[in-house]
């Protein structure tokens, strides 16, 4: 169930549901005033207690910080400077938390906000410290809320603006996120420095008196409340005299009448509940529509991963794993995919026609909350190529043993026998099949000694997504790994060693990671550079960990251990690698597929979407390959069946990929700052609206009105006027495209019969 707003009795039932201690508020005041009395900063309320308060006659509920951990970090004064120093961000950085989380509330002042967490430890920081900003501008002050103070929260109304406490997104489904105190500590420390401590004293109110407006800022904070007026269904003569009697009341200067006539006028063409409506807020941009980590899109809903297109031998696998772990077949059938694709390596590639071939190398992300079998639905999925890896490893180490005996007894001889004998030959560096090292110079050492190609898996993924901002040698570094999942050259320039060539590179990346980690480390360099598009992201739908007496057959394991290492006995030319022709059918199949895909391309609007379909193609091409020589290692071409499944395969992968698009909203990531603020301007605009928007001089924001509309942006309405903002792309129109977009799972092709060969699971290739 979600948080309730609509009313305070249901927001207190369900806070205290969730181990919160409340209060019905009266104004800014608890009412009544005996929870220090009752010594409710100390101790769990009853249940009947909470009943009884006079929630029918009251305005709003309060939670009491300390109880059940819940603690609070209230910021106020955000405008301006403090919008672009992004003091909310780094405490969610810090903390490790998305810029979606749901516990962020923004102040019925319209200039704060109140983050909620919880952490154990009431002795851990004084109950409420007051600290300044660290750098200047950013904020008015911060306050931690550690303990024994009751803070407002939705759907409370200030007693002074009228205006409703509102979480920035969507209402939370649980209570807030758990830390511990070296956490915020570090958060704390990213974006203020102590002023003052109380005496430990239990606060009276959780209202601070609301702050002048300066000029600069008076039409975006009018703007802001006449919104939020029309969305309560006022109408402009209703909402004219409060919006007035705000600015006399707040502004330093207040604005003419005109003006303040202009501002309700223009809000007052909107319906109430018009999704076009949305109050420019000082502080964050508005939140997007995004859904919590994990939880499905409201508009694009997960579509079940087609098992039915894999090798008959992981079908069977997937569905037995995936009903002993009691998790969605997705979470083990992804990572087999990975295995397959390194299994296949540089042994074979596919002929679209004769400029344009593919080889096996796939980038799969699994991104799941902890605590889904993330892990053991990923070892599961790549069991074969682990054993493969300690078997290489044992049988290396044998080698070793014998090379040191035979060079102990040849060193015992004389010197004389010593000169009609060759000295022992030292074993080479032991086959590798899987690597977790994703340094490029590590990487390519690896590959030069194992030409057939690698698979990178590794359980959490996060270290290498985010390891391109960390050092000047980043961006090069992620060019390298383009390179490599296009499969052209990528060298390594050592001093000491010299230059390592890989002319054929073949690496397939498999791995997990949390979603919340994922939508932190994925910047804007990362979509820039196409480095996003190549990865195929999924994320399952949880299902309730639980016991099941399900089991995983030694037939089903040593099936799937066989078709594994059926592709790594598959040798490579020394000097070619042998491709797969099309067959006939295979072609057209291909040709229709690419037709589609291009035709939804162009429905698109440029982004990071737009780009990801891109790069779909190649994986349609791909996965045909391996599932052609999953059935079939003695294959010359791709069959027609082997394209339609390596196609809807590709479809699902778009889908899924639009999906999480939506729901993460990764656009967001790539956007321009003059982009970011025009989603803040109201629909018709002019250049004080710009002016307060970008918190620029007037001669800047003719300069940002001139740019938007060289950019498509806006259009010049004409002299006094204004600028009206250009249609941009909704999350309907996208939800629609992709929706028509879907994959169609109605018939899908089986597989090949199975492979009869006689393959040994205790046969290890090469």
Request: with cysteine; glycine share 6%.
């Amino acid at each position: 169930m979600r948080y309730p707003t609509d009313s305070p009795r249901k927001a207190g039932a369900w806070l205290y549901d969730k181990g919160a201690n409340v209060l019905s508020l009266d104004g800014k005041n608890p009412s009544p005033l005996t929870w220090k009395k009752n010594g409710w900063q100390d101790n769990r309320q009853d249940v009947e207690v909470v009943k009884k308060m006079p929630w029918d006659r009251r305005d709003g509920v309060g939670v009491i910080s300390g109880i059940g951990g819940w603690r609070c970090i209230d910021l106020d004064g955000i405008e301006g400077e403090g919008v672009k120093f992004g003091a909310v961000e780094k405490i969610l950085d810090a903390f490790s938390f998305p810029h979606t989380y749901p516990w962020i509330i923004e102040s019925g002042s319209g200039e704060g906000y109140h983050i909620w967490f919880r952490c154990e430890g009431d002795e851990a920081f004084d109950p409420r410290t007051d600290y300044d900003p660290k750098r200047e501008g950013a904020f008015d002050h911060l306050e931690l809320r550690w303990a024994n103070h009751q803070t407002a929260v939705p759907p409370t109304v200030h007693p002074v603006t009228g205006m409703e406490y509102e979480f920035r997104k969507k209402h939370p489904e649980r209570k807030p996120w758990e830390v511990n105190a070296d956490e915020v500590q570090a958060a704390l420390d990213a974006v203020a420095k102590p002023s003052r401590s109380s005496d430990g004293q239990p606060g009276e109110s959780s209202f601070d008196a609301p702050e002048t407006i300066p000029k600069g800022k008076r039409n975006n904070k009018l703007t802001s409340f006449a919104g939020y007026l029309r969305q309560k269904g006022l109408t402009g003569d209703e909402m004219l005299p409060m919006v007035e009697h705000f600015n006399q009341s707040r502004c330093s200067d207040p604005l003419s009448p005109d003006e303040v006539a202009d501002i309700v006028g223009s809000v007052s063409r909107y319906e109430p509940e018009d999704p076009e409506l949305k109050p420019v807020r000082s502080g964050l941009s508005e939140p997007s529509e995004l859904s919590e980590p994990n939880e499905p899109s409201e508009s694009l809903e997960w579509k079940p991963f087609p098992t039915e297109v894999l090798p008959s031998e992981a079908q069977e696998y997937v569905r037995a794993h995936s009903k002993a772990k009691n998790v969605d077949e997705a979470m083990v059938a992804a990572p087999s995919l990975g295995a397959l694709a390194g299994a296949v390596g540089n042994s074979r590639e596919i002929e679209l026609k004769r400029s344009w071939t593919e080889h096996s190398t796939l980038w799969i992300l699994v991104a799941a909350p902890s605590g889904k079998l993330k892990t053991q639905s990923f070892q599961a999925g790549i069991a074969p190529v682990n054993d493969l890896e300690v078997e290489a490893k044992r049988e290396h180490e044998k080698k070793v043993a014998a090379y040191e005996e035979q060079m102990e007894r040849y060193k015992s001889l004389s010197q004389e026998e010593r000169a009609e004998k060759e000295p022992p030959e030292e074993p080479n560096d032991r086959r590798r099949y899987r690597v977790s090292n994703t340094t490029i110079e590590a990487l390519i050492d690896r590959h030069s000694d194992n030409p057939r190609g690698l698979l990178l898996a590794r359980d959490e993924l996060a270290g290498w997504i985010g390891s391109f901002d960390q050092y000047t040698q980043a961006e090069s570094d992620l060019q390298s790994w383009i390179e490599m999942y296009e499969g052209r050259l990528v060298q390594s320039d050592r001093k000491t060693s010299g230059t390592t060539d890989i002319e054929n590179p073949n690496v397939t990346v498999v791995g997990t990671t949390q979603p919340h980690v994922l939508q932190n480390k994925l910047t804007d360099l990362h979509f820039h550079s196409g480095f996003e598009a190549r990865m195929m992201i999924l994320s399952p739908p949880g299902k309730e960990r639980r016991f099941t007496t399900h089991d995983v057959t030694k037939e089903v394991d040593a099936a799937y251990t066989r078709l594994i290492r059926r592709l790594y006995r598959m040798r490579s030319a020394e000097d070619e690698t042998p491709s797969l022709s099309l067959s006939d059918g295979a072609e057209k199949v291909f040709a229709d597929f690419y037709n589609r895909n291009a035709k939804i391309q162009e429905q698109l609007p440029d982004g990071p979407l737009r780009s990801k379909l891109s790069k779909i193609e190649a994986v349609a091409a791909r996965t045909a390959l391996i599932l052609q020589l999953a059935d079939d290692p003695k294959a010359k071409e791709v069959s027609k069946n082997a394209m339609v499944r390596g196609t809807l395969l590709a479809e699902w992968f778009r889908h899924e990929s639009a999906r999480l698009h939506n729901a993460y909203n990764f656009r967001e990531n790539t956007l321009t700052r003059d982009e970011r603020c025009a989603q803040q301007l109201p629909d018709v605009f002019n250049w004080r609206d710009v002016k307060d928007v970008w918190d620029i001089g007037r001669r800047g924001a003719m300069k940002a009105c001139n740019r938007l509309v060289e950019k498509g942006l806006a259009t010049d309405q004409g002299k006094g006027k204004g600028y009206k903002l250009a249609t941009k792309a909704k999350v309907s129109d996208f939800t629609s495209v992709m929706k028509g977009a879907a994959p169609n799972l109605s018939d899908v092709p089986g597989p090949m019969p199975k492979h009869t060969g006689d393959s040994s699971p205790d046969e290890v290739p090469f």
